[in-house]
Structure formats: C-alpha cells, structure tokens
C-alpha cells in the first residue's frame, strides 16, 4: 500500500510540474500580449471601477466584447495554476489572489512603461476569469468520470497554451495600423533652430499635460548613425503664450484624459504651463547630419518626438526616406513650402499639412477613394478645456471633438491647380486648445488606418 501510495504521489508531483511549465509559457505569453507586444504611449490610468461595465450597459459592445476577452483571457490562468498545485493545497482563495497579483503587475507595468490603460476593471476582469478557470478544474476533477478526468485535464491545459501560441504567432505576423497615441499625454515643440560658433543651440516647450510645469528631458539622436548626442538643457523657462492657450480649470481638469484621475493630481489643481519652455546647446553636432529629436520619459520610455534638425531646419520627417509631394508649378507649392508637414504616409500615397489654421489632406489618384462619394476621413481633436468643447459634445460625455467627414465634400480640387493630387481641406478651431489629432480613414464605423499627431504652434509672444 505504501509503494502505491508513493507512486502516485510521484506521478501527482510529476504532473503538477509538468502544468506548472505550462502555467510559466502561458503567463509569458499573457506578458506579451497585454504589455510588450504594445506600442509605446498610452499613459492614461482609468481609476473609476465598473466605468466599462456601465459603458457596456449602455450600449457599448465593442467595450463589452473587449471585457469578455479579458474574463476570458485569465481563465487559462486559473486552470493552469490550478493543476500545477499539489491536491492538499488547492484553493480558490489562492488562485484569486495569484490572478489578482499578476492582473496587477501588468496594469503597473502598463502604466510604467506607456504600453496600455492602467485600469481597475481590467484587474476585476481578470480576477473573475481566474476563478472561473479554478471552478472549471474543479468541476473535471468532481463530476468527470474518473477515467476520463485526467485526460480532460491534460486535453484543455495543452488547448489552452497551444491557442495562446496560435494567437501570439498570428498577431506577431499581423501589421497593426494603429500608431502610438503619445502625442495625447505628451506635448513637444521646438520653435527654433540657430549655430552659435559651432554651439547647436535650440528652444522650445515641452510638459507632460496631466502635470504642472513639468519638463521633458531629450537627446539628439543621428539618422545616420544612430549616435546619441546629450544636449545641455535649462527647463522651466517662462512661456506665458504656452499656459494662456492650454491652461485647463479645476472644473475641467478631471475631465482632461477621458475622466481619467491620475495617481499625482487631484482634480482641485489647475494645470499651469507658465514654466514649460526650455534652451539647450548641444556641442559636437554635425551642421550637415541629421538628427531626430526623442523624448526621455522615465529610466524605462523613450518617445520619437516627431522632430528632425538639419542644420537650422526643423522639419517632421526623416529626410532620408522622404519623397515630398510633387506640387512644383501647381497652387500646392505655397501650402507644401510654408506649411507644416504633420503626417506623411507613403504606404497610403497621401500626406496631411497644416498651414495657416488648416489641414490640408494630400492625396494621390492611387488612394484608395470610394467611388461613390463617401470617402470619410476621420479627425478627431484632443484639450486640455473640457469645457470649451461643443455642447453636443459635453451632453453626451464625448470629451473630444469631430471634425471628420466625406474628403469628397471638403475637396477643394478643381478651385485651384492641384496638379496630380486631390485636396481635402479643413478648418481647425480656435474655440479650445488642441492637444492632439488622430486622423486616417474611416469606413462603415471603424478605422482603416489612423495617425496621431500634435499641430505646430504658432502662438507665440
């Protein structure tokens, strides 16, 4: 009796090792989902409970497929952790906290490295689903004829490690469209460039918009070599222009990031940006390379600002790829010589240039234009003043702007010589400040493509 008891003891150890590998690649793969396979720049936490549930109710599907997908994606969770436990010590108790604790630990590392919405209704989604992982185990164990309970078991632990592979292989090979949405929590711009005895020197502003007077470190970084050059920065410079335009109240600012209240504000500070510009002089750099200015965030998060210097040029591409339109000859030279280029998407045969408070969308013949007419693109506007938005908008707790619609309609092709381009041109407003834009083709209520980007400011004085 005793060696039969030890040898199944021996093959109970066995097995409960062999899950907890399982468990270990499982949990990895999670990792990677959740946190590294994300582009870098959310940094919004959302710290209002149930606020997905209640968007949910109110008829949000898409928010409530997204809630079942994170129930669903700790249940495996559970389950493996489950049969990795010896018998004597299994509880549900323990399982929920281990989920708890690891739903934890991707909602801080979302929110460290900008790689995800740090959420208390995604560690609730999770701590459901790891539960329900441990009572599926459980209920094998209870009402699966014994001769089959183990072989169940062993079936779905290797479906679920063998589906998340699948999932990971095919979402690695997968091109996501979207682009980091920095530009929302960020805001960087660089107003001059001039070479002083050989001295690079270059001013500006940059903040983080969910904090007062905050500066934003940043390295020089060469296209060509990828060399990084540490620039000599005074931060906290005066920029009154700066704080008049994006100056939130105490009313609005809780409000700012779609309700989202931060671990470092309460919503009875205003945000102030008086103290937000910066000099810097950089020695050792090259009048004739090219270099990308990148954002120092955290020890952990570095950011592409979306800013190129060539000399005394400061442009918003990198010019080593770059292709501009063909405008020579056409009424487009002024917009495409003064304007500023803000996205440039050579897959997509279109830029977007902003000129004289307009958006001005670039197209080749070879875009992909609907032939009916309805070619909808999509903008939508990002502030710091809440409050200053549209009626419609605040009455249905839409904390941005819209100003999208049929590039067919805004078209100003055929009024002046475009030459080979179409022309779609829209008005950005001046009744709130503009933290941000998302723009890209939209179709049947979803996104084709987007880009985010930031406008250049020129309020200045």
Not at 2 to 22: A, E, H, P, Y
Not at 77 to 100: C, D, E, M, N, Y
Not at 214 to 243: C, M, N, W
Not at 331 to 345: F, M, P, Q, S, T
């Amino acid at each position: 009796m005793t060696r039969t008891s030890d040898t199944d003891s021996n093959k109970t150890f066995s097995k409960s090792k062999i899950f907890f590998v399982l468990f270990l690649l499982y949990g990895a793969l999670v990792l990677w989902f959740t946190v590294f396979s994300r582009p870098v720049g959310s940094h919004t936490p959302q710290l209002d409970l149930f606020w997905s549930y209640k968007k949910w109710l109110a008829g949000n599907w898409a928010l409530g497929r997204e809630i079942l997908g994170n129930i669903g994606m700790f249940i495996p969770f559970g389950f493996l952790l489950t049969a990795s436990i010896p018998f004597r010590k299994k509880t549900g108790v323990k399982v929920l906290l281990a989920g708890i604790a690891f739903s934890c630990a991707i909602e801080v590392l979302q929110f460290v490295l900008w790689r995800g919405l740090f959420e208390f209704d995604d560690i609730l989604n999770n701590a459901v689903g790891a539960v329900l992982g441990y009572c599926l185990y459980m209920a094998l164990q209870r009402w699966a004829p014994k001769k089959y309970a183990a072989a169940s078991v062993s079936f779905l632990g290797i479906l679920f490690v063998l589906s998340g592979a699948v999932a990971f292989l095919v979402h690695s090979d997968v091109s996501r469209e979207a682009q980091p949405d920095f530009p929302r929590s960020v805001c960087f711009q660089l107003d001059n460039v001039k070479w002083d005895n050989g001295i690079l020197r270059l001013s500006g502003f940059a903040f983080l918009y969910n904090e007062s007077a905050t500066h934003v470190a940043f390295v020089l970084r060469s296209t060509q070599t990828g060399k990084e050059i540490q620039p000599v920065v005074e931060y906290g410079l005066p920029r009154p222009d700066v704080s008049r335009y994006f100056r939130s109240t105490a009313n609005d600012s809780k409000n700012v990031f779609s309700s989202a209240v931060t671990f470092w504000q309460t919503s009875s500070v205003a945000q102030d940006y008086a103290g937000t510009g910066f000099s810097a002089s950089v020695r050792n750099a090259d009048p004739e390379e090219e270099y990308e200015i990148i954002m120092k965030i955290n020890p952990f998060v570095t950011l592409p600002a979306g800013v190129y210097v060539t000399g005394m040029d400061i442009h918003y591409a990198k010019q080593q790829d770059f292709i501009p339109p063909d405008v020579a000859g056409t009424d487009l030279e002024e917009i495409v010589n003064k304007g500023y280029l803000r996205v440039y998407r050579p897959d997509r045969a279109c830029y977007v240039y902003q000129y004289k408070g307009s958006l001005y969308w670039i197209a080749d013949k070879e875009f992909a234009f609907e032939e009916d007419g309805t070619t909808y693109i999509q903008y939508h506007l990002w502030t710091t003043q809440i409050d200053k938005l549209p009626q419609k908008r605040l009455k249905n707790k839409w904390y941005w702007d819209n100003i999208g619609g049929y590039f067919e309609k805004y078209e100003i092709t055929g009024r002046i010589n475009c030459g080979r381009y179409r022309v779609s041109k829209r008005k950005l407003p001046t009744e709130y400040a503009i933290t941000s834009i998302v723009t890209g083709y939209y179709k049947n209520g979803k996104w084709i493509w987007m880009e985010f980007f930031r406008p250049v400011y020129e309020f200045g004085g």
